[in-house]
C-alpha cells in the first residue's frame, strides 16, 4: 500500500513538473502579451494534478491512521501539497503568473518531500527494527485498533443522524470506504507476521468479519447488526493486541535469561584429583595430562583419570 502511494505521488510531481515548466515559459516572456489559450491550457492541466492530488491526500491520511510507518509529517506534506496547487489554480484564474508560479514551485517541493517520505516508510515497513518483530506487530495493530475505534463511532453518529436516505447512503459507503482500508492494513500486517504468531488464525477471522461490515454499509446499512458487528471486531482486535503483547513479553523473557545464563567453566581435572591420590601417583597424572591426547580421545581419557579416582575413594 505505501508503495502504491509512493508510485501515485512520483507520478503526480511528474505532472506538476511539466505544468510548472509552462509556466515559466510564460513568466519569462511577461513583457509579451499572454495568450488567453496559453493560461487556458496551464490552468486544466493543473486542475488535472489537483483532481488526482485530493484522493492521494486522503488516502494517506488513512494510511497514517493504522499504520506506525507513516508520520503526521508526510500527512501534511501531502495536504501542503493540495493546498499549495489549489493556490496556484486561483493565482492563475487571475492571470496573476508570478504569484502562481511561487505557489507551484512550493507545490512541487511538497511533493517532491511526499514521494522521499513514502519511500523512507516502504524501506522502514520492510526493515527489521530494534524491537522485535512482536512488538512491531503489536503496534500496527493497536493503530488499527483505533482507527476501527474511530469508524464504530462515525457509524454510530451515521445511524442516529436522521439523514435524508441518498444522502445517508453516501456517508455509509464513505465509511465502508474506511472499514476497506484498514481490513487492508490488517491484511498487509497478515502477509509480514506469516505463521510467527499463534493469532494469526484470529486475525484472518476478523479480516472475513470486516469484508461482511465492508458489504453492509456499501449497502446502506447502520443499524443494530452492523453496529454490533463493528464492537465486535474493535474488541477481537483489541484482544489481538494484548495476546501479542503477552507473547512479546514472554519472548523477552526468553531472551533475557538465555542471555543471562553462563555456563560453569568445567573445573580443572587436576583440581578434581587433588587430594584424591598419593603425591606420586598425582604428579604422574599431572605430566600424562601435560602430553597430547589423540584426536577424538580426550573424553575417554578424562573419563579414564574419573575412574582411578573414584576407585582411590
Known sequence: MIRDLMIRALDISDEHE?????????????????????????ADREQIVRESMQPLAEDVAMLSSFTMFVSPRVLQMSSEAYEFISEAMGHIAEQEIEQAFGKQ?????????????LLDARELA??????SALDSFMKQL??????????????????????????????LQQLAAQQKMIGQGLSEMMKEMGNMSE????????????????????????????QRKQSNVLRRLQDATLSLRKESLEENRVAEKAKDYEAAAPADISEKLE?????????QIDELMNEAAPDGYERIIEEYYREILRGNK
Do not use: C, H, W
Open 275 to 283: 587430594g584424591a591420590l598419593p603425591d606420586k601417583i598425582r604428579k
Open 18 to 42: 511539466k505544468v510548472l515548466r509552462e509556466t515559466e515559459k510564460i513568466l519569462a516572456g511577461l513583457g509579451v502579451r499572454v495568450k488567453a489559450d496559453e493560461i487556458k491550457s496551464i
Open 126 to 131: 520492510s526493515t527489521p527494527m530494534g524491537q
Open 142 to 171: 493497536q493503530k488499527l485498533a483505533e482507527s476501527q475505534q474511530a469508524l464504530n463511532e462515525a457509524t454510530m453518529r451515521m445511524g442516529d443522524s436522521g439523514l435524508p436516505l441518498p444522502q445517508l447512503r453516501s456517508q
Open 199 to 226: 493469532i494469526s488464525e484470529r486475525l484472518g477471522q476478523i479480516g472475513e468479519e470486516m469484508e461482511a461490515i465492508q458489504r453492509m454499509l456499501n449497502e446502506g446499512r447502520a443499524d443494530v447488526n452492523v
Open 105 to 117: 514551485n512550493t507545490a512541487a517541493l511538497r511533493l517532491n518531500q511526499l514521494a522521499v517520505s
